[in-house]
Nanobody, 117 residues
Framework: VQLVESGGGLVQPGGSLRLSCAAS????????MSWFRQAPGKGRELVAR????????DYADSVKGRFTISRDNAKNTVSLQIDDLKPEDTAIYYC???????????WGQGTQVTVSS
């Protein structure tokens, strides 16, 4: 099983990034997919999640209107479009997969997003 994130980097405030997560080794379409982030000195927090079909989404209040999660079940990928980046968005962003029963949980290695002028 692998979740491999990409797309992080250094961006100026107000900029945009698109994070991607490529999944392999499990039946991707049967898993709830989420993005979490962990800022320096803080705990890991849920940013956005997406149902197996892609129809249902949920976002943290701090990112609503700026972040968009999407998935392509044919390509086994989940993406996170991040617009209007703020310095407080600086964190390591992790891709997460959870099965329908919440018993199987996979994590990627993370991708660093730094927002600074």
């Amino acid at each position: 099983v692998q979740l491999v994130e990409s797309g992080g980097g250094l961006v100026q405030p107000g900029g945009s990034l698109r994070l991607s997560c490529a999944a392999s080794g499990f039946t991707f379409s049967r898993y709830l997919m989420s993005w979490f982030r962990q800022a320096p000195g803080k705990g890991r927090e849920l940013v956005a999640r997406l149902s197996e079909s892609g129809r249902l989404t949920d976002y943290a209040d701090s990112v609503k209107g700026r972040f968009t999660i999407s998935r392509d079940n044919a390509k086994n990928t989940v993406s996170l479009q991040i617009d209007d980046l703020k310095p407080e968005d600086t964190a390591i962003y992790y891709c997460n997969a959870v099965d329908a029963w919440g018993k199987i949980n996979y994590w990627g290695q993370g991708t660093q997003v730094t927002v600074s002028s």
